[in-house]
């Protein structure tokens, strides 16, 4: 089910990504769906796509398992875990202990960060994931950038089917129960922010450093928390 924008009509994958010519699945990810019905469409897109072997070293440290695409010129950690079926775009950088977990597509110039795990999500092109982070059953546009720390939760507590907020306040069934964040184009989010289940990020929005977001934040709009840090002086000689 589609949801309206802020406009009245129908939301579509179009109000927060453009789809990237690097990546060669452009007829299974169409811009005319609802944001999250996108997300069954990475398992389909890697099951149609004909993987090629392998070539070249890998290092010793570094598991690969599955079926997996490493672009030849993809920057590779000393050690890791990668489960197939995966595919990793052109100039990539993978860092040191990430782990990646199956169905997941990156596109051109992803950074795939240090310890940051991965699992069931569309990166487009320029993503940055470069520390610490989960990020589970989501997708992140092109230049969409996670400061350290930030959790993409993609599972509600009571495990219930995830709904999405529109932008009139109602609620939108996606028939999911696993979804995370959908973090439109050129979208920031802080360091050790999270992202609660459903949440729908406008393209060039910004979510502020350890906020705990939850609903749909506009295009151009920014989410903070504005809380009082006290002093006192300390006792102890």
């Not at 690969?64 to 993809?74: L, M, W």
């Not at 775009?89 to 940051?116: D, F, K, M, T, W």
């Not at 459903?198 to 910004?206: C, M, V, Y």
């Amino acid at each position: 089910m589609a949801c309206l924008n802020l406009f009245g009509t129908m939301l579509q994958v179009s109000d927060l990504f453009e789809f990237p010519e690097s990546l060669p699945f452009a007829s299974t990810f169409r811009p005319d769906m609802a944001p999250w019905e996108w997300l069954p469409r990475i398992k389909q897109a890697l099951a149609g796509f004909n993987f090629p072997e392998i070539g070249g070293e890998r290092p010793g440290g570094l598991h690969v398992s599955g079926d997996v695409y490493i672009h030849p010129s993809v920057k590779l950690p000393p050690f890791g875990s990668i489960q197939g079926p995966v595919y990793i775009g052109e100039g990539c950088e993978l860092r040191p202990g990430v782990y990646i977990r199956g169905n997941v597509i990156a596109g051109q110039g992803c950074v795939l960060g240090n310890s940051c795990e991965f699992k069931n999500c569309l990166l487009l092109d320029g993503v940055q994931v470069p520390h610490f982070s989960y990020v589970g059953d989501s997708i992140l546009g092109n230049k969409a950038h996670l400061g350290a720390g930030v959790i993409c939760s993609n599972l509600r507590l009571d495990q219930a089917p995830v709904k999405v907020v529109q932008p009139d306040g109602t609620k939108a069934e996606t028939g999911l129960r696993k979804l995370g964040a959908l973090v439109g184009d050129r979208a920031e989010v802080g360091c050790n922010a999270v992202l609660n289940p459903g949440t729908l990020l406008g393209k060039r929005s910004l979510v502020m450093p350890t906020v705990a977001f939850r609903g749909t934040l506009a295009e151009n709009s920014i989410a903070y928390e504005k809380t009082s840090i006290l002093t006192a002086p300390r006792m102890d000689s």
